[in-house]
């Protein structure tokens, strides 16, 4: 069994040609937009009270995202050959591995943000357990303990010596048989994750725009630039989502199976998945950019705080006042509608 698992993936000679060129200069770029926007976000989001579950999960994506944008360096000196035995080695065992888990973090984050949504838009008069404060970060904790416990094995079973074929090494020759197998199970784990966390997301925000929509015509509002801004809040996350990491899983299963099942006939193709894999992997990648996004459209004190900083003046006294404060009691339709336009569902 051992030289089945093992001798697999390793008589593949893989052509690097593109991606030691093309991706670490990819690489390059997103690390540097990256690291700005993601201290920016830290440094904004950590001086913010943690008063809604809303924003414990939004520190925690700022967190998995820094973290990830810190393995990007390592992956561009790895792609582009640089010091590359040791380095390589380095990277498959523990930068590879904290860079997927971070994203899986994330995934996982953006799922509980769009649940939390939910839950406001729908009952904007009262509170469920899971809008509770510690609630939110009982079930943040789990993420990260659950998921970094899971990833443990790939460090533990790629003890393997290192396996340089035609001056390239594959990360799947430094496992062994057993982790070979886990890497393979833990794999379809994270498409269970992913495509469970969609399906979480896509029914959430199916009953999101049913009750935006019928709040949005009991509000008699007809302002058409109103409405665009209703649908860039409602679908900010998920289209965030579904653009970054989609195509990689779409890709991640096959990839996967010729890492370690397939023969080496099949070396084309296995250099051709390695590519697209690659591509997508950066698109993926590319989520440590667009959160940013997500808090700006949907944090009124994180874009305030932003403007400021840019504008390099002091917001007005009341800028800080809680955005859920409220002198009135307007009807449940025009509570609803407000919730979305102006960010009172967040924080």
């Given at each position: 069994?051992?030289g089945?698992?093992?001798?697999?993936?390793?008589?593949?000679?893989?052509?690097?040609?593109?991606?030691?060129?093309?991706?670490?200069?990819?690489?390059?770029?997103?690390f540097l937009?990256?690291?700005?926007?993601?201290?920016?976000?830290?440094?904004?989001?950590?001086?913010?009270?943690?008063?809604?579950?809303?924003?414990?999960?939004?520190?925690?994506v700022?967190?998995a995202?820094?973290?990830?944008?810190?393995?990007?360096?390592?992956?561009?000196l790895?792609d582009?050959?640089?010091?590359?035995g040791?380095?390589?080695a380095?990277?498959?065992?523990?930068?590879?591995?904290?860079?997927?888990?971070?994203?899986?973090i994330?995934?996982?984050?953006?799922?509980?943000?769009?649940?939390?949504?939910?839950?406001?838009i729908?009952?904007?008069?009262?509170?469920?357990?899971?809008?509770?404060?510690?609630?939110g970060?009982?079930?943040?904790?789990?993420?990260?303990?659950?998921?970094?416990?899971?990833?443990?094995?790939?460090?533990?079973?790629?003890?393997?010596?290192?396996?340089?074929?035609?001056?390239?090494?594959k990360?799947?020759?430094?496992?062994?048989?057993?982790?070979?197998?886990?890497?393979?199970?833990?794999?379809?784990?994270?498409?269970?994750?992913?495509?469970?966390?969609?399906?979480?997301?896509?029914?959430?925000?199916?009953?999101?725009?049913?009750?935006?929509?019928?709040?949005?015509?009991?509000?008699?509002?007809?302002?058409?630039?109103?409405?665009?801004?209703?649908?860039?809040?409602?679908?900010?996350?998920?289209?965030?989502?579904?653009?970054?990491?989609?195509?990689?899983?779409?890709?991640?299963?096959?990839?996967t199976?010729?890492q370690?099942?397939?023969?080496?006939?099949?070396?084309?193709?296995?250099?051709?998945?390695?590519?697209?894999?690659?591509?997508?992997?950066?698109?993926?990648?590319?989520?440590?950019?667009?959160?940013?996004?997500?808090?700006?459209?949907?944090?009124?004190?994180?874009?305030?705080?932003?403007?400021?900083?840019?504008?390099?003046k002091?917001?007005w006294?009341?800028?800080?006042?809680?955005?859920?404060?409220?002198?009135?009691?307007?009807?449940?339709?025009?509570?609803?509608?407000?919730?979305?336009?102006?960010?009172?569902?967040?924080?």
């Open positions: 069994m051992n089945t698992w093992s001798n697999t993936s390793a008589t593949c000679l893989r052509d690097t040609s593109v991606t030691a060129v093309v991706f670490p200069g990819l690489y390059s770029v997103l937009v990256a690291l700005v926007l993601n201290c920016l976000a830290a440094w904004i989001f950590f001086s913010i009270p943690s008063n809604s579950t809303f924003v414990v999960y939004l520190k925690n700022v967190v995202d820094l973290l990830m944008t810190l393995t990007i360096p390592l992956r561009v790895s582009a050959g640089v010091g590359y040791h380095l390589k380095f990277h498959c065992r523990y930068s590879a591995v904290l860079f997927y888990i971070t994203m899986y994330s995934i996982l984050l953006l799922g509980l943000i769009s649940l939390d949504r939910y839950l406001k729908v009952r904007p008069f009262g509170k469920c357990f899971l809008q509770q404060v510690r609630v970060k009982a079930l943040s904790w789990a993420v990260w303990v659950v998921m970094l416990s899971l990833a443990l094995p790939n460090v533990i079973l790629s003890d393997q010596k290192p396996k340089i074929l035609g001056g390239k090494l990360c799947s020759s430094m496992k062994s048989a057993a982790g070979l197998l886990w890497h393979e199970g833990f794999g379809y784990f994270c498409q269970v994750v992913f495509w469970g966390t969609l399906a979480l997301m896509v029914l959430c925000y199916t009953f999101i725009s049913k009750k935006v929509y019928e709040s949005y015509r009991a509000s008699k509002s007809s302002s058409k630039a109103a409405s665009r801004r209703t649908k860039a809040k409602v679908f900010v996350v998920v289209g965030v989502f579904f653009v970054c990491f989609a195509p990689y899983h779409f890709t991640r299963v096959p990839y199976l010729t370690t099942r397939s023969s080496a006939s099949n070396c084309r193709a296995q250099n051709a998945l390695y590519v697209t894999k690659e591509a997508t992997l950066w698109l993926s990648a590319t989520n440590v950019c667009l959160d940013p996004l997500i808090y700006v459209f949907l944090c009124r004190v994180f874009r305030r705080r932003v403007t400021a900083a840019l504008s390099r002091l917001l006294p009341g800028a800080m006042e809680s955005p859920t404060a409220t002198s009135t009691q307007p009807e449940m339709s025009q509570i609803v509608f407000n919730n979305i336009m102006s960010n009172n569902s967040s924080c």
